[in-house]
């Protein structure tokens, strides 16, 4: 089965400072990845997707790339604010409609 | 206002005593699907619809049963509950085009086996 990583399981940095998330993953290369942002005690919210034929991808502040010769994606979070601050997962579907999560990153956006 | 319920949100049980944990969506999504999460795994995956009447296991489906007779409705079933299933669930549902794209969760049940 497919096995993902996330770089860490936390990481700290200072507000207005970007963020840079980095998944991992084995095994083929996905259709598509996804990340998505949990806060403690709710289910995870869709943030971003990106496809195996796209480098890049922007939604206002964040920024994901997609690398199928290294088989990861770096996520990144520019100009950090404190409401930044959670759990952020990576996710890719397989052929057969299955996903696979990666174990998450903590990020802390210090004021 | 488009969502995701999840009920009851919090159980504790015991051993072999069965349970259901309903879940229900109104966004007419044909994908739906069941999480666990445990500190340290992350979330997996224990089975998906990608239809009525069309049900797939994920990657950790031992002791679970999941039905999908109506399109909303997605319940997951604990036959005989064990301690090892004590866990945080997730019900999730998507709209499917050529491919299952933005999953959107549910509160979560957090579930605790005695």
């Known amino acids: 089965s497919q096995k993902i990583e996330q770089n860490s399981e936390a990481l700290n940095i200072q507000e207005g400072k970007t963020a840079t998330l980095t998944c991992n993953y084995t095994?083929?290369?996905?259709?598509?990845l996804q990340w998505y942002r949990q806060d403690p005690g709710r289910g995870p919210v869709f943030l971003l997707l990106?496809?195996?034929?796209?480098k890049e991808k922007r939604k206002e502040r964040l920024k994901v790339t997609f690398d199928t010769t290294l088989k990861q994606s770096l996520f990144h979070i520019t100009a950090s604010q404190p409401a930044d601050s959670a759990t952020y997962l990576c996710?890719?579907?397989?052929?057969?409609?299955?996903?696979?999560f990666g174990t998450g990153t903590s990020l802390t956006v210090i004021p | 206002e488009a969502q995701v319920t999840q009920n009851p949100r919090y159980l504790i049980t015991v051993t072999g005593k069965k349970l259901t944990v309903t879940c229900s969506q109104n966004m007419n999504h044909e994908y739906m699907s069941w999480y666990r999460q445990d500190p340290g795994l992350g979330l997996r995956q224990i089975y998906y619809s990608m239809n009525v009447e069309v049900t797939d296991k994920g990657d950790v489906p031992e002791g679970y049963k999941v039905s999908r007779k109506e399109k909303r409705n997605f319940p997951l079933i604990l036959e005989s509950p064990s301690p090892n299933q004590t866990s945080l669930y997730f019900c999730?549902?998507?709209?499917?085009?050529?491919?299952?794209?933005?999953?959107?969760f549910g509160p979560g049940t957090r579930l605790t086996v005695l």
């Open positions: 990106i496809r195996e034929n796209e």
């Open positions: 999730a549902s998507a709209p499917r085009g050529s491919k299952v794209v933005e999953q959107f």
């Open positions: 095994n083929y290369s996905p259709a598509y």
């Open positions: 996710a890719l579907l397989s052929t057969g409609n299955q996903f696979y």
